[in-house]
């Protein structure tokens, strides 16, 4: 069974930085592509795709308006998928999720256009405050 584990969340000020992590348990995941998405206050029905990267070949992918200050990257001996953020606003505060798809080669669900990935983590929340 796969298990998704984000860490890492908590409370920034406005330009700081933080590390999210993702521990990956339950199969290999060598075919897999990780993803991070983010869902923030008030927006429940919004999960806003952030960063990906295939696991096999390190392939990544950021959303436009963020691939200037964060960074996904991840660590194969300790299966951890991490998130490097950066000059954080205000707008970035949201719960941070996760996530795991089996075809790698689905692009349109990895990046969040359609569908959904596989599995998903609870989520770790990110705190901006100005």
């Known amino acids: 069974q796969v298990q998704l584990v984000e860490s890492g969340g908590g409370l920034v000020q406005v330009g700081g930085s933080l590390k999210l992590s993702c521990a990956a348990s339950?199969?290999?995941?060598?075919?897999?592509?990780m993803a991070w998405f983010r869902q923030a206050p008030g927006k429940e029905r919004e999960r806003e795709f952030v960063?990906?990267?295939?696991?096999?070949?390190?392939?990544?992918y950021y959303a436009d308006s963020l691939k200037d200050r964060f960074a996904i990257s991840r660590d194969d001996a300790k299966n951890i998928v991490e998130l490097q953020m950066n000059s954080l606003k205000p707008e970035d505060t949201a719960v941070y999720y996760c996530?795991?798809?089996?075809?790698?080669?689905?692009?349109?669900?990895?990046?969040?256009?359609?569908?959904?990935?596989?599995?998903w983590g609870k989520g770790t929340l990110v705190t901006v405050s100005s």
């Open positions: 339950g199969r290999t995941f060598s075919n897999y592509a």
């Open positions: 960063a990906a990267i295939v696991w096999s070949n390190g392939d990544t």
């Open positions: 996530a795991a798809h089996s075809n790698y080669k689905d692009f349109e669900v990895i990046i969040g256009r359609r569908g959904t990935m596989d599995y």
